[in-house]
């Protein structure tokens, strides 16, 4: 029973690094680009919900929309400003920049909103549902986080399949010259996929903080990393994969921190990763991409 | 021309020797701590403070007059030393800080290179006075903290299980965790789980209140500061699990993280030097030209602290008849002097009888609150 709820508590903290890591990995699967900045968006849009939410007392739902829309316009500045004009650069530069509107974010996100810590109220105003007589109790959250991510899963996955624009996607992503040629537009296509990412960084940023609830500027910095391992671990640009390295990347974290020791824990999770790519350089479910010279 | 310039100059040089000469002694003090940041609570009430207590010492002896700068340093050792030399640049005499522990044994070793003389209000690891003989605490040291609390949980039967959550990346919750451990072993307290985090994985802190729950744990014992405070707090709640809470000084500025809903503080206790509820005069004194500097806010221990730190350095600089004319080095032999001659005794808002040794370590008697109704009440 005490195994059964460290495993859920996992399973919370890793659908939502499983949410993150699916912004990251649609981003670099398109725009072939590591977006650093990903897990600073997620803080603005935690931000987004405790004005509207926490401190105005808008509906929950409607702050969640808000914060999504402030975001989806953050994602879409941020790749108009930062990267289009670096679309031929080298992937260094591009990555350099990343970090840069990471930092840039952070700092602006101190200045506008103080950094001293929020505590953030939670959306989800359910009990925790107790089960085997009041010895396991699973918080509400865990639950919608982990409804919220699955569903939005299938939907990228539906989305990319079987829709026009996620053929375009595929097609951006498969070869950028040819979708050009073949009259897709390649700068519309990845403004669309950061607006996309950046939309559900904020859906992250509020599940996320209504299970941890501490709001600094620098809350997205360390799950923005993690998820980041995450992608990597799933096999980066797959979205089950995505996924899939989320949660076991959570079960991992907790369960290390349960059974072998609460400081090492951070330390085992970068070793399995470490394992994996060994053993399987393109991550659990990643593709195996040959690259003509 | 230049002749001029040099007769200009050498006239405004003498005059402002003249001036000086008739004006008060004024003496500066620094003071460092986290004004923004995590721990921006600690720091905004030092300062607060130390305004205060300069205000007063200044009117009740116009021969000797304080000069305080107080500088940001975001709880950062590095930040810190930037601060500690902004201030010596200006002309620091004496340093008042800092607030917290880490950032405190980063400036510590550079005051003891300059031999500086420096008060903490609140950085209470063993390791600030270990530094050397020029720093000096006004609040307890964390091994007493840590064995306080043991010997208060035990006294006073708060618990018969007792869990552990601290932060093993900072000193001053690693310290008082260890002497903790130690003296509850002393007094034959059960300790059922003792868990840990670090500052990078202090995300999510629920595993460690789920072990403790796991473990039977009736009372918590939290030396850690109130961010991560307030998320096991609100983890325990999610969880439906009801121990008792028992803190130390850290957890003062639990009650004022924004969005925190107080009611969840219901019932934790904890050991601190200074209660704003006292009805003596000094600390009614106190309460209310806070509130009135503040704009209505209460003043912490932290506060009290600050305050302190201003007086007793006011006393011993009038004891040791400090002048503005002194360097660094000759004001701390002076003030050392006095603090550590045996006669030097003060009655602070934090403790009466305060009295220091050649180790810095204060002495004087700890008090246990509770939290009741969103304020701090005193336990005994």
Known sequence: MQFLGYLISGISLGSVYALIALGYTMVYGIAKMLNFAHGDVIMVGGYMVYFTFCSRGWNPLLAVLFAMAVCTLLGITIERVAYRPLRSAPSLAVLITAIGVSFLLQNSA???????????????????????????????????????????????????????????????????????????????????????????????????????????????????????????????????????????????????????????????????LIIVLLVKPTGLLGKKTAVKV | MKKLITAAVTGVLAASFVMSACAAETIKIGGIGPITGAAAIYGNNVKNGMEIAVEDVNATNPDLQFELQFEDDEHDPEKSVNAYNTLKDWGMQLLGGTVTTSPCLAVGAEALNDNMLLLTPSASSQDVIDLGDNVFQVCFTDPNQGSASADYISEQKLGEKIGVIYNSADAYSSGIYSTFIAEAEAVGLE??????????????????????????????????????????????????????????????????????????????????????????????????????????????????????????????????????????????????????????????????????????????????????????????
């Not at chain 1, 390649?186 to 992250?204: D, E, K, Q, R």
């Not at chain 2, 009736?218 to 307030?230: K, N, R, V």
């Not at chain 2, 302190?308 to 011993?316: E, K, M, T």
């Open chain 1, 110 to 272: 101190m200045l506008l909103w103080k950094s001293d810590p929020k505590s953030f109220t939670s959306i989800i105003s359910m009990d925790p549902i107790t089960i085997a007589g009041g010895q396991l109790s699973i918080p509400a959250e865990t639950i919608v986080t982990i409804l919220v991510s699955v569903i939005i899963m299938i939907i990228l996955i539906w989305f990319v399949n079987k829709t026009r624009i996620g053929h375009a996607m595929k097609a951006v992503s498969e070869d950028r010259g040819a979708a050009q040629l073949m009259g897709i537009n390649v700068n519309g296509i990845i403004s669309l996929t950061f607006a996309i990412g950046s939309g559900l960084a904020a859906i992250a940023g509020a599940l996320l903080l209504s299970s941890y609830p501490t709001l600094i500027p620098t809350t997205g910095a360390m799950p923005g990393i993690k998820a980041f391992v995450a992608a990597v671990f799933g096999g980066i640009g797959s979205i089950p994969g995505a996924f899939l390295g989320g949660v076991l990347l959570g079960v991992i974290e907790n369960l290390s921190k349960a059974y072998i020791s609460t400081q090492l824990s951070d330390a085992i999770v970068f070793l399995v």
């Open chain 2, 191 to 380: 300790v059922v789980a003792e868990e840990a985090f670090t500052d990078d994985n202090s995300t999510d802190l629920t595993t460690q209140v789920q072990s403790c729950q796991n473990a039977g744990a009736d009372l918590i014992f939290l030396p850690i500061y109130y961010t991560p405070a307030s998320q096991v707090l609100i983890a325990a709640d999610k969880m439906g699990y009801e121990p008792k809470f028992f803190g130390c000084d850290g957890l003062d500025g639990l009650l004022t993280v924004e969005g925190f809903d107080t009611s969840l503080a219901e019932g934790v206790m904890l050991l601190t030097p200074f209660v704003a509820d006292a009805d003596d005069e000094k600390t009614k004194d106190f309460v209310a030209k806070y509130a009135e500097k503040t704009g209505g806010d209460v003043p912490n221990q932290f506060a009290a602290d600050g305050y302190d730190v201003v007086q007793v350095l006011y006393a011993a600089c009038e004891e040791a008849g400090v002048t503005s004319d002194m360097d660094a080095s000759e004001v701390c032999e002076a003030v050392k002097a006095v603090l550590t001659g045996g006669e030097f005794s003060y009655d602070g808002l934090t403790g009466e009888g305060m009295t220091w040794d050649a180790s810095g370590a204060v002495s004087k008697a700890p008090r246990g609150m509770i939290i009741e109704n969103g304020e701090y009440v005193g336990l005994d």
